[in-house]
T-cell receptor, first 111, second 114 residues
Framework: EPEVTQTPSHQVTQMGQEVILRCVPI?????FYWYRQILGQKVEFLVS????????KSEIFDDQFSVERPDGSNFTLKIRSTKLEDSAMYFC?????????FGSGTRLTVV | AQSVTQLGSHVSVSEGALVLLRCNYS??????LFWYVQYPNQGLQLLLK??????LVKGINGFEAEFKKSETSFHLTKPSAHMSDAAEYFC????????????FGGGTRLMVKP
């Protein structure tokens, strides 16, 4: 069964540093997403991406965040100048005709 | 705007007992509804989804959910709980948004007692 692959599985970074979280969506899916889950809380939508542009974003997705599809397979989330409160599990997802598939997540720890 | 409410942040059942996890949604358009399970330190695994076909949806691991439009509900059930069902369960809706996003409920932690 096709999978959404996320790397790394765990990243520790110092406050103020930039991080890039990587995802390989399912190849024939058209919509790509990033969600985050702060420890013990619910899953929150960050951004959706369709046809090489952002189609919707939440209020969480401010100028600190950006997304990119640099080639035909990867989908990245960049967080500039990380803050302690950015520590969370970040999930990538993609969707097609038969629904959503989530990756296993990247746990980001900002110290 | 779409939203999801899961009643009960923690549910505890005995092994072999009925599992009932509640989910109510709001959406201005016919929704797609999902249940996901999350085991500790793992990702989100799709249990089942409703996409406007049959109102009773069967999923993996013996779970099922019934879409009731009149009650705006999509409760998750399993006739007999197993210890391995202990996890966090999230209900989600995809409804009235251009970005195809899912809106998640707050989650219900299911505990199964021996």
């Amino acid at each position: 069964e096709p999978e959404v692959t996320q790397t790394p599985s765990h990243q520790v970074t110092q406050m103020g540093q930039e991080v890039i979280l990587r995802c390989v969506p399912i190849s024939n899916h058209l919509y790509f997403y990033w969600y985050r889950q702060i420890l013990g809380q619910k899953v929150e939508f960050l951004v959706s991406f369709y046809n090489n542009e952002i189609s919707e974003k939440s209020e969480i997705f401010d100028d600190q965040f950006s997304v990119e599809r640099p080639d035909g397979s990867n989908f990245t989330l960049k967080i500039r100048s990380t803050k302690l409160e950015d520590s969370a599990m970040y999930f990538c997802a993609s969707s097609g005709e038969f629904g959503y598939t989530f990756g296993s997540g990247t746990r980001l720890t900002v110290v | 705007a779409q939203s999801v409410t899961q009643l009960g942040s923690h549910v505890s059942v005995s092994e072999g007992a009925l599992v009932l996890l509640r989910c109510n949604y709001s959406s201005s358009v016919p929704p797609y509804l999902f249940w996901y399970v999350q085991y500790p330190n793992q990702g989100l695994q799709l249990l089942l989804k409703y996409t406007s076909a049959a109102t009773l949806v069967k999923g993996i691991n013996g779970f099922e959910a019934e879409f009731k439009k009149s009650e705006t509900s999509f409760h998750l059930t399993k006739p007999s709980a197993h210890m391995s069902d202990a996890a966090e369960y999230f209900c989600a809706v995809r409804g009235d948004n251009a970005g195809n996003m899912l809106t998640f409920g707050g989650g219900t932690r299911l505990m199964v007692k021996p």
